[in-house]
């Protein structure tokens, strides 16, 4: 083992209830050419010493490469928990796995209308090296999200895009001492809709629009927080906490276009997401892709896919967290 403790195998499944979570992983294991996604009941079993293990202190390791494997519809990689509300139905898709809104035509079909998150990290590593280090997703990691579902049948109605209503980032600039802690809010429109964009709000620290050294306003690397997401009807309450930082909050309504500083945004889509379906997620979702072109999702940082040369050479994003809690 490089990377890790030479200690006793620890099963993530011992440290956090993993009944109600499938996990993506940044490997193909049997050579298929798909990524590995494990779920209920065999998540509870899984180890992965490279990309998903446990430590002796009770963390939870979450590790992504710059580059390897990905999921169809990113240049990203991820060690990431993808919520299952109801693991009997094996298709995530199904309406039974997923949460809506109160606003949603037929929320009784669903799972739950709103649901919450809570989790308690840190950001151990984020990518060094970028050939586009002024893109914004350089240097940064998604720790925790609300994804809405890609839906073709929703398409007419204007839904089903498959858009991020929320993604709590950690970005830390090579050299700096401190990162930041930001989450943003995805305009709900199609993919080839010039409005359709990331809107970044301060927690501790920037947003990624600055290349500032963040001070003590910021997070250090292995510097523990938590957030809480609480989706109740329309409405995604957030809740950011940290030894020695200000608690920081914010609410949002999902089902219209008024923004978290409550001004109306034009540019979004007016009835928000409230035709939708959503599911959380939570681990490390690496946000420096080592694809290299136009775009600002394409900051083409370092990594060779071999994993002992990318780890020595700091191409990778770890967080590791203590707590993982559904309700």
């Avoid at 050579?31 to 065999?42: F, L, R």
């Avoid at 292995?222 to 609410?251: C, I, Q, W």
């Amino acid at each position: 083992m490089t990377n890790i403790e030479k200690a006793a195998v620890i099963v993530p499944g011992s440290l956090v209830d993993l009944n109600n979570w499938k996990i993506t992983l940044p490997m193909d294991s049997n050579g298929d050419g798909k990524i590995d996604e494990v779920g209920p009941p065999h998540i509870s079993r899984l180890y992965e010493p490279r990309f998903f293990y446990g430590k002796n202190n009770g963390e939870l390791v979450f590790t992504a490469p710059n580059k390897a494997i990905t999921t169809a519809n990113s240049t990203n990689t991820r060690s990431e928990l993808r919520q299952m509300i109801d693991p009997s139905q094996k298709k995530t898709s199904s309406p039974k796995n997923n949460f809506v809104l109160a606003a949603h035509p037929k929320a009784q079909r669903y799972g739950s209308i709103g649901g919450r998150l809570s989790a308690t990290l840190s950001v151990n590593h984020v990518a060094t090296h970028a050939t586009h280090p002024n893109k914004k997703p350089a240097f940064s990691v998604v720790v925790g999200q609300i994804h809405a579902g890609k839906d073709k049948k929703l398409l007419s109605s204007g839904f089903g895009y498959g858009n991020e209503p929320l993604k709590i980032y950690y970005k830390k600039w090579p050299g700096h001492e401190y990162g930041s802690v930001f989450w943003t809010y995805e305009r709900n429109l199609e993919k080839n809709d010039p409005n359709r964009t990331d809107i970044a709000y301060p927690v501790w620290g920037n947003t990624w629009e600055s290349s500032e050294d963040p001070g003590e306003n910021g997070i250090k690397l292995d510097e523990a927080f938590g957030y809480t997401v609480n989706v109740v009807d329309n409405v995604m309450h957030l809740t950011f906490e940290s030894e020695n930082k200000p608690r920081v909050e914010y609410s949002i309504d999902l089902a219209n276009n008024i923004d978290a500083h409550g001004k109306v945004d034009e540019q979004d889509n007016p009835a928000g997401y409230s035709g939708d379906w959503f599911y959380f997620k939570a681990g490390a979702y690496n946000q420096c892709s080592t694809k290299d072109q136009e775009g600002m999702w394409y900051a083409g940082c370092a990594g060779s896919g071999i994993w002992d040369e990318d780890y020595a050479r700091g191409h990778y994003a770890r967080a590791s967290f203590t707590s993982i809690t559904l309700d």
